[in-house]
């Protein structure tokens, strides 16, 4: 594994040792403790940020936020560090002498501007909205992305087909761009443009580190550099100096004392004072950061070429290592070593699907159904299930497009929107809620087919995350693919990924690879396709394409979306 280090400490695999792993979400943050030997989880803890998910207001100052913000509050992540790693340790019933080292993975790409020594800008400027760290579905940058792609097409820039011919508004680029743009000062005064994945690694162990994931995913690294100061210059005049503030240079290479870290590898050791916020042993190894989709890969045991991992939360991110090299259009990127060192690491992903699900139950459940829905025990989205399952496949007459949150693969446009055809009067709730959940997955469809196109196939479909627990929507999927899915043997995937991570780069495992074998689990074949309802998805999944090609164009629903945003300013 060139370029990792590990450990000086020489660590035997035994029952006695145990790593942390902690997963940095949308809405809180989850820390589990793992047994080295076999990846057994003792035991767990979450925090929910005090902020959630910064969208209409600063916290304080009360100041609106545009359309399509979202920001997020860096002492929430902090928090997560001094509330649910103790307590996780204590749920373990592990002493804290025997945890060897830790792991972190986070939402990408959530960004931030920072001083030289790791401050964000939010905390001395709190009520400028681009001093706040910018969460992955901030969206508010398309325009941005748009010139980047349009700029990057005509110069025939060699790195934009790595990202499937259109990078995302939600990336660095673009984000930075629309800080450059719109608060020149802040932009100014940001000294690093830092991933809080990186962010939060330099909070544990003092040193600034930068992971080859974000890099290469979020950061268009591609052949050991980033997009040329002329690029960036044609952009804006004042953008040429930006990878500057992102402070890396090739893997292993140190510029200004950062260095490009691969993944699995020392980051450093805790300090002090984050052994005060864990109640873990100073010293002890810190892993490289990582991403939550990526680092999941290993706690699935799903390492190997063509095993693609379905991240399937409030978004879904699809990760998939491969050992040869295409250009996939509309994927997310391919990174060399980007999964495991080694191999080449695609990604693709869909913006919205438990968020598609949690918009609708929440804003669509009528009186009489929550009522019923109480009376059984049940949830919105339990009661939606139960009804929506008693259907044929067809039943309710809709098809619907899956881009509430936009389209992340394969178009890459933020500024789309979802779309449902074919409601009548006599149109139910769990008819419309049945739809939304075919259109997700005939979105991961609409992937799947665009790699194997591609030359890219795709042997295994593992699907993660906690849409895993809805069994009528994994059997969808598996009709809908026409293929079984295997599934994950743990509820926390990137926690117990981050966990595989913090043994390899505390010695324990010699790589990824072997610690996933040992550490990681999953069920084969744990949903299998029925023939019939297959052959009746085809014919929904023919209209599917079709809805997408007609509004993929993004005439009709740009132009929505532009007079919505005028009438709300």
Known sequence: MQGLRTHPLEISVNANKFVVGVDFGTLSGRAVVVRVSDGAELGSAVHEYAHGVIERELPGSGLKLGPDWALQAPQDWIDVLREAVPAALAAAGVQAGDVIGIGTDFTACTVLPATADGTPLCAQTPERPHAWPKLWKHH??????????????????????????????????????????EDPETYARAERWIEAADWIIWQLTGVESRNICTAGYKGIFQD??????????????????FTAKLATGQVGEKIGGV???????????????????????????????????????AAADAVRPGQMVAIMGTSTCHIMPSDQLAEVPGMCGVVRDGIVPGLWGYEAGQSAVGDIFAWYADSHFPAEYAEAAAALGMNAHEYLTSLAEKQAVGEHGLVALDWFGGNRSVLVDHNLSGVIVGQTLATRPEDVYRALIESTAFGARMIVETFERAGVPVGEFVVAGGLLKNSFLMQVYADVLRRPLSAIGSDQGPALGSAIHAAVAAGAYPDIERAAAAMGKRTQA?????????????????????????????RMLHTLRAIRNEAAS
């Open 259 to 297: 260095t490009l870290a691969p993944l699995g590898g020392l980051a450093g050791t805790l300090t002090a004072e984050a052994a005060a916020w864990t109640g873990l042993p100073e010293g002890i190894a810190v892993a490289v950061g990582n991403v939550d989709a990526h680092v999941t890969a």
């Open 224 to 241: 050991e550099a980033y997009p040329s100061e002329e690029f960036l210059a044609e952009l804006n005049p004042g953008f040429a100096g």
């Open 140 to 181: 508010a940058a398309q325009p941005h992305a748009d010139r980047i792609n349009e700029l990057a097409a005509r110069r025939g820039e060699r790195w934009l087909p790595r990202y499937g011919g259109k990078i995302s508004s939600e990336w660095q680029f673009a984000k930075a761009l629309q800080v450059l743009e």
């Open 526 to 554: 744990a949903y299998v396709p029925d023939q019939a309802r297959a052959d009746a998805y085809d014919r929904l999944y023919a209209e599917y394409q079709n809805l997408h090609d007609h509004f993929g164009d993004g």
